[in-house]
């Protein structure tokens, strides 16, 4: 089994980048130096689809919750979600969403 190398903080991550950037654009950017950029570059996007990746999760989790929620209690659609949210039962989430739909699709 690989181990992943120890995760550098973002802002460590940032600075490296801010300082390879300025070399490269003074063309003295070693070659040493491109490998560490590239591969530093792509740790970092990595960890921005990483957080992406963590919030659609987090987000599904608030919609899937917040429907729960609207099963056992009528009040709850009323008072904590203007915009629909699948799964809901009640009319009121029922027909906006309906209603964004259509116009989605006209």
């Not at 690989?2 to 460590?12: I, S």
């Not at 699948?86 to 009121?92: E, K, N, T």
Request: charged share 35%.
């Amino acid at each position: 089994m690989t181990t992943q190398p120890e995760r550098l903080p973002t802002d460590v991550v940032e600075a490296r980048l801010n300082h390879l950037i300025d070399r490269a654009r003074r063309g003295r950017l070693l070659h040493e130096e491109a490998d560490r950029f590239t591969t530093e570059l792509r740790d970092l996007v990595r960890r921005m689809e990483d957080t992406e990746d963590e919030r659609d999760r987090l987000a599904a989790d608030v919609a899937r919750l917040t429907a729960g929620q609207c099963t056992d209690q009528r009040a709850m659609c009323e008072q904590h979600h203007l915009p629909p949210v699948a799964g809901c039962p009640y009319p009121r989430c029922r027909t906006a969403r309906d209603r964004d739909q259509r116009a989605t699709t006209a």
